[in-house]
């Protein structure tokens, strides 16, 4: 375990500790049982409080709000390449870029998503080709976050459209492999993003799985 495991660990429990109240309160019917669950989320709730900056006011709405069995969260993103380089979106939440993508959408598959996302992002209409990897965040080099999040990387093919920025974009290019720019670590590593070209090189790799 690294030095940072150890540092993060309190996110760990935090997060256990909230899945396990989600789903008591989901399925128990005891009221004895139910006031438990509901201070085991409330845990959960001072333990964020305590080790951020968040506020618990936010902390309950975006982490402690839920209902239903606990599941991880999963994030999108469009693989795209053209002329050996690469699709990258500048965000404007923190000015740094990434491969163009976001939180599946109820309704959606994860090709609906992937095609939905270039399109509003980039200005791009594509088809999905292929699922290239399947990505737990929690073994990557991302900042800590008080989700469970996998991520699936779909590679698509530009078949109209232009670029054009979208909501949350300020600018839409293509990059080489050995001229990216500074990327959003939230949404993806270099690691990650490098990685993409191995399946520009060799079509025919077997899909990654953490």
């Given at each position: 375990?690294?030095?940072?495991?150890?540092?993060?660990?309190?996110?760990?429990?935090?997060?256990?500790?909230?899945?396990?109240?989600?789903?008591?309160?989901t399925?128990?019917k005891d009221v004895y049982d139910?006031?438990?669950?509901?201070?085991?989320?409330e845990?959960?709730?001072?333990?964020?409080?305590?080790?951020t900056?968040?506020?618990?006011?936010?902390?309950?709405?975006?982490?402690?709000?839920?209902?239903?069995?606990?599941?991880?969260?999963?994030?999108?993103?469009?693989?795209?390449f053209?002329?050996?380089?690469?699709?990258?979106?500048?965000?404007?939440?923190d000015?740094?870029?990434?491969?163009?993508?976001?939180?599946?959408?109820?309704?959606?598959?994860?090709?609906?998503?992937?095609?939905?996302?270039?399109?509003?992002?980039?200005?791009?209409?594509?088809?999905?080709?292929?699922?290239l990897?399947?990505?737990?965040?929690?073994?990557?080099?991302?900042?800590?976050?008080?989700y469970?999040?996998?991520?699936?990387?779909?590679?698509?093919?530009?078949?109209?459209?232009?670029?054009?920025?979208?909501?949350?974009?300020?600018?839409?290019?293509?990059?080489?492999?050995?001229?990216?720019?500074?990327?959003?670590?939230?949404?993806n590593?270099?690691?990650?993003?490098?990685?993409?070209?191995?399946?520009?090189?060799?079509?025919?790799?077997?899909?990654?799985?953490?």
């Amino acid at each position: 375990m690294t030095e940072r495991d150890v540092s993060l660990k309190w996110l760990d429990w935090a997060k256990q500790i909230q899945a396990i109240a989600q789903i008591g309160l989901t399925y128990s019917k005891d009221v004895y049982d139910l006031e438990r669950f509901q201070a085991l989320r409330e845990i959960s709730v001072d333990i964020l409080d305590t080790y951020t900056l968040v506020g618990k006011d936010t902390i309950n709405l975006s982490f402690a709000n839920e209902s239903g069995y606990a599941t991880p969260k999963v994030d999108i993103r469009g693989v795209v390449f053209e002329e050996d380089k690469i699709l990258l979106v500048k965000e404007k939440a923190d000015g740094a870029w990434a491969l163009p993508g976001g939180w599946a959408d109820i309704g959606y598959s994860p090709s609906e998503v992937a095609v939905k996302e270039i399109k509003e992002e980039a200005g791009f209409d594509v088809v999905p080709v292929r699922l290239l990897a399947v990505l737990d965040k929690k073994f990557h080099d991302h900042p800590p976050e008080p989700y469970h999040i996998y991520k699936m990387f779909i590679l698509c093919q530009i078949v109209g459209g232009e670029a054009l920025v979208g909501v949350e974009t300020s600018e839409v290019r293509f990059f080489g492999e050995s001229e990216l720019p500074e990327l959003s670590a939230e949404r993806n590593t270099i690691a990650q993003v490098k990685s993409m070209f191995d399946y520009l090189r060799d079509p025919d790799k077997a899909v990654r799985l953490d």
